[in-house]
């Protein structure tokens, strides 16, 4: 390998080291950390992640960079090796543009405006609030002026932010792309919730949590969850985080009296940590082993948790052995009726308590509050107003206060304005179209579903999406696993198959 290459990477591989150290200390704070240990463990995670950042935009980096332009271009594209330095040039050059006078600005009303938020969403006050969404909201646009670009006329000030989730997915393409799916479920969503909810009372009794937990994890082991790669503890909010491709941990939260919880946000993270698991090992140690972007990452959850474990097909397989882990529970529940349970669609006012059909609305509506308040149309104190009425119109449910309105997501109050929520909706048409893709190439996968068999859809995702880790974009990565682009057909066409049998529409 060229001489200067190994040295570049040997420097990455440093910073890799000193963020996924960072990232154990996280998990072991949202795990098992007993109280008294924040404080410090703020520290230690301030001075790792501080040090990663000094690391990663030291001048020698730009220069070893630049030393490598030319050899880079010598090497095929789609190579480990020019892939790291494209990716590593292109994180490079965005961190160098942000002033650390602006970061740490940032940081510091990011933690301010978070307290505040914490304190005030229970009184439902948000007057108390407003300030503190006007430093982030002019901290977002303050951000995103670090990027101009001039030339390009449907340049957003929303591109930036969104660039940092989900890359080179521009606000104009995601405005059209969401305007579509807003017409499309707006009417399907109507039809649904004019008819009488499905009965979920069967999923609604006590359910002992040892017994829970031990379902759910078996059957994410069964979807290709490696264990011995992997575990799974407990947590408030659910996440995945990784430390290297050898360990990829999930957790999750039980309610004893809603069986739903447990089993569907396990599915829905062991998705995200297959993904993790699934990156090519010549990745290891390196920045491109991670998910490609937010809405990828969300549509490798999203796959599995709704096409996969809530379609019929899955449950023939499953239902049976969960009545036998559950018996006195689901004895007298027929399989049609727990089917109808687990896809229940109705009108909700929280975004994360939302079901596969009204989510979308739900996140829709939040992108483009982001783009207007950005464009300076919408002001902070209007947002209640805008909220309600919009959720009202959409989703048919009109919130009694603001903490189950404007005010019950965390992402505005302790991030940025913009960029903070496509990556869910993108997800799920992602979901679809992967799906698709995947059954094209192999017909028999909902027969081998049936049978309780996933190990043809793994080995798709594994080559397809897990493998390659970041080493692509989000367009480059849905163009060469589907040969189309981003595009909402085959996600509506999910939903009006099956939500057309289950409500007959
Ligand atoms: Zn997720």
């Known amino acids: ?236 909010h659910p996440f995945m985080t990784h430390f290297s491709i050898g360990d990829v941990r999930i957790t999750t939260r039980v309610k004893e009296y809603d069986w739903s919880e447990a089993f569907f946000s396990t599915i829905h993270e062991a998705g995200h940590a297959m993904y993790g698991q699934g990156h090519s090992r010549s990745l290891e140690r390196t920045m491109l082993a991670e998910g490609t972007s937010s809405g990828v990452h969300e549509s490798q959850s999203r796959l599995w948790e709704n096409l996969v474990a809530r379609s019929k097909n899955f449950w023939e397989h499953f239902y049976p052995k969960l009545q036998t882990a559950f018996p006195s529970q689901f004895e007298n529940v027929s399989l049609d009726t727990f089917y109808r349970a687990v896809n229940k669609v109705e009108p909700s006012l929280i975004r994360t308590d939302a079901d596969e059909v009204t989510y979308n609305l739900h996140v829709m509506m939040r992108f483009e509050f982001e783009l207007q308040m950005l464009e300076g149309k919408l002001a902070i104190r209007d947002l209640p107003d805008a909220w309600d009425e919009t959720i009202t119109r959409d989703v048919g449910a009109t919130p009694p206060n603001l903490s189950q309105g404007v005010m019950q997501d965390v992402h505005w109050y302790a991030g940025q304005i913009g960029g903070a929520f496509q990556g869910y909706t993108l997800g799920n048409i992602l979901s679809a179209q992967f799906f698709d893709a995947a059954l094209r190439a192999h017909p028999t996968i909902p027969e081998q579903i049936r049978r309780g068999e996933f190990s043809t859809l793994h080995g798709w995702l594994q080559h397809n999406i897990y493998a390659p880790g970041s080493k692509f974009l989000p367009n480059e990565i849905i163009h060469r696993a589907t040969g189309e682009e981003l595009n909402i057909k085959p996600y509506i066409a999910y939903l009006r198959r099956k939500y057309g049998e289950l409500y007959e529409l």
């Open 1 to 236: 390998m060229y001489p200067k290459l190994v040295e570049l990477k040997q420097k990455l591989a440093i910073v890799h080291d000193l963020n996924m150290a960072a990232a154990v200390l996280s998990w072991d704070n949202e795990t098992y950390m007993p109280p008294g240990g924040a404080e410090a463990r703020a520290q230690q995670l301030g001075t790792l992640l501080s040090l990663a950042h000094e690391k990663f935009t030291a001048d020698e980096i730009g220069h070893l960079l630049d030393d490598l332009r030319e050899y880079e271009a010598s090497l095929p594209y789609d190579s480990d090796e020019a892939s790291l330095l494209r990716v590593a040039r292109r994180e490079y050059e965005k961190k160098m543009r942000v002033p650390s006078e602006f970061v740490a600005r940032q940081t510091e009303t990011q933690a301010l405006s978070y307290n505040t938020w914490v304190k005030a969403r229970p009184q439902s006050d948000f007057h108390a609030v407003i300030p503190w969404l006007e430093k982030i909201l002019d901290l977002s646009r303050e951000y995103s002026s670090f990027f101009p670009n001039g030339s390009d006329e449907n340049h957003h000030v929303a591109d930036a932010l969104i660039d940092l989730g989900d890359p080179q997915m521009s606000a104009a393409d995601i405005r059209r792309v969401f305007g579509e799916l807003r017409e499309q479920l707006r009417p399907i969503v109507r039809a649904i919730t004019s008819q009488p909810p499905a009965d979920d009372s069967c999923l609604r009794q006590f359910f002992p949590e040892a017994e829970q937990l031990k379902f759910a994890l078996g059957v994410a082991q069964q979807l290709g969850y490696d264990l011995q790669r992997g575990r799974q503890d407990k947590t408030a």
